[in-house]
């Protein structure tokens, strides 16, 4: 693997916890040394944060479809007037 | 019950059979307190999304506990949002408190961010989403997204990673870009 990858693999290892204490000490190090590495590590957070709003928005748009189609087709359509029924529609 | 959640299809059954069993039940719930059509919907999209974080990231539920776990989950959203409307707070209990601790984010408020994810490349955003959102072991995510080896698929995925924090550099993008 590039020595870039290898770097953002251990970054991820550092944000998640997954190196031993030595290994989380020595990051901590260069962290504070490296103010390029120390970057990489914001940025790279930021990735994390960003795939999760991602990956929400997707399964929304999931669940919507799922709705759209209890409400819409006509195979269920006794669940849609059960639920209409509920609410006096 | 989780390898149902690995894929599109799957999903699209699970979250079918939810609406069946215990829409109705929270459709009654809500009424009764006043809510619309509308709220229970909303309410029950973002209880679906709670309550799949909490089953790709944690031990299974029990079988027989999943409707009332997302049923409590649902409560517990209805229940923040009739205080938000209401005036008399005190009145609400807090039944389902500390139950969630995620909330449901608003949608980005800068059209940016999404367009900037159309940029990085769906497939590496998608490939980013099934391991970090969904949770797909290696091996799975080496069979979905078509590569030979878990290897293959490992470098791939830190090469996207790269990619796109390429692009957050690049952009500046700040996290209240993200979460509006």
Redesign the interface.
């Known amino acids: 693997m590039r020595t870039s990858l290898d770097e953002i693999k251990q970054l991820e290892a550092y944000v998640f916890k997954q190196q031993s204490p030595e290994e989380s000490l020595l990051m901590q190090a260069q962290l504070h040394l490296d103010k390029g590495l120390a970057e990489r590590l914001e940025d790279q957070k930021k990735v994390y944060g960003l795939v999760q709003q991602y990956g929400r928005k997707r399964l929304k748009e999931e669940i919507s479809q799922v709705e759209a189609q209890l409400f819409g087709e006509a195979k269920h359509r006794s669940f849609k007037e059960r639920i209409f029924k509920i609410f006096n529609l | 019950m989780k390898d149902q959640l690995t894929s599109?299809a799957g999903?699209?059954q699970f979250?079918?059979r939810l609406?069946?069993e215990s829409?109705?039940d929270l459709?009654?719930y809500i009424?009764k307190r006043g809510g619309?059509?509308a709220d229970a919907?909303d309410v029950f999209?973002d209880s679906?999304?709670i309550y799949?974080e909490q089953l790709t990231k944690e031990k299974p539920i029990a079988n027989q506990k999943q409707q009332a776990y997302l049923f409590g989950i649902a409560r517990h959203l209805w229940f923040k949002r009739y205080q938000q409307q209401s005036r008399f707070l005190n009145e609400v209990d807090g039944v389902g408190e500390g139950l969630i601790s995620d909330q449901?984010?608003q949608?980005?408020a800068h059209r940016d961010?999404?367009q900037f994810?159309e940029q990085a490349g769906q497939k590496c955003?998608e490939m980013?989403?099934a391991f970090?959102?969904?949770r797909l072991s290696m091996e799975q995510l080496a069979g979905q997204f078509g590569y030979q080896s878990t290897r293959s698929a490992t470098?791939q995925k830190?090469?996207c990673?790269?990619k796109?924090?390429d692009q957050?550099?690049q952009k500046s993008?700040?996290?209240e870009d993200?979460?509006g």
Do not use: C, G, N, S
């Open positions: 599109p999903r699209e979250f079918l609406y069946q829409f109705p459709a009654k009424q619309t059509l919907k999209q679906l999304v799949y449901i984010p949608e980005p961010v999404w994810l955003m980013l989403k970090y959102y969904d470098v830190y090469k990673l790269e796109v924090r957050v550099k993008l700040t996290h993200f979460i």
